[in-house]
């Protein structure tokens, strides 16, 4: 994919990603219950004799005992060479903290799944406060953020826009106290939301047009939590993400935004002069 933006065809497509970001973390298994077809199964499956139904697989999940760790997520370390100072139209964000990487993200266990999750929002916002992803790709092994990545990145180092009035674009919270666990494969799934930073001056400034657009905006934001799901398992050492629960047909909800950003990015002109 060429990184070689124009300064308004790189917003158009930082648009266009970040509005697919915020949609692939939609739980595609609310949709999917929700659906004309799914409800029409389920008043067959309840009227149709017996003899004639599909039989389904034992259940295989479970849920770990522990404390509950419902609720936002927070990184608990960061380093800081100073007060943080939001962006404005006159510059980037400053003294942005770093995240330091929690002692339990390595860890194969259901808190290290937890610290996993708060590291990947932490890095994620470092990204678009700042526009360095080194942090947030080495942690999203799956790859599939990587071209919103190169989309902030590339806004970034030309210096045509950036983000202002929010420390946190993003906020993640886990909507239940432990994620479920399938026994026959490993993996993990727990059910999240998030939301976006809609505080007044919170946006993306545009230095060609000397104007900002709310970060509610950019990423379509209907002002209400969007549900999804975290699914995860444990790999050589390290947690990753994956594309889909396995022996499932549709992507996991934080999985899809690569193609449709690449497609963003791949459709607006690279040709054109500054």
């Known amino acids: 994919m060429s990184t070689l933006y124009t300064r308004r065809t790189a917003l158009t497509a930082l648009g266009m990603g970040a509005a697919t ?13 929700s659906s004309p077809s799914a409800t029409t199964a389920s008043s067959n499956a309840s009227t149709t004799p017996s003899a004639s139904a599909t039989p389904t697989p034992e259940a295989t999940t479970t849920v770990e005992a522990g404390p509950s760790l419902k609720g936002e997520v927070v990184l608990g370390d960061y380093s800081s060479t100073g007060t943080f100072e939001a962006g404005t139209k ?7 903290p770093v995240p330091l990487e929690p002692a339990k993200l390595r860890e194969n266990s259901v808190e290290g799944l937890h610290a996993f999750i708060a590291y990947w929002q932490a890095t994620l916002n470092y990204l678009l406060l700042t526009g360095e992803g080194a942090r947030f790709t080495n942690i999203d092994h799956t790859g599939d953020y990587t071209t919103v990545a190169e989309l902030f990145q ?3 180092a030309s210096d045509s826009g950036w983000v202002v009035g929010s ?16 026994t026959r494969t ?5 059910a999240t939301e998030m939301t976006v930073d809609t505080a007044e001056g919170a946006g993306v400034y545009s230095k060609t047009n000397d104007r900002t657009q709310p970060l509610a905006d950019v990423f379509k934001y209907q002002g209400k939590p969007v549900t999804g799901q975290v699914v995860a ?12 629960t396995p022996g499932t047909a549709s ?12 497609n963003a990015a791949s459709e607006s002109p690279t040709a054109e002069a500054k």
């Open 186 to 190: 490993g993996y993990y799934t727990w």
């Open 233 to 244: 398992h444990y790999q050589d050492g390290t947690w990753r993400m994956v594309r889909r």
């Open 251 to 262: 992507p996991s909800p934080v999985a899809s935004v690569s193609s449709a950003a690449s």
């Open 167 to 182: 420390e946190r674009p993003l906020v993640f919270s886990l909507t239940a106290d432990r994620p479920t666990k399938d």
């Open 90 to 96: 006159d510059h980037k964000a400053q003294n942005v």
């Open 154 to 156: 590339s806004m970034y």
């Open 21 to 33: 970001l915020l949609a692939s973390c939609s739980s595609h298994s609310s949709e999917s219950s």
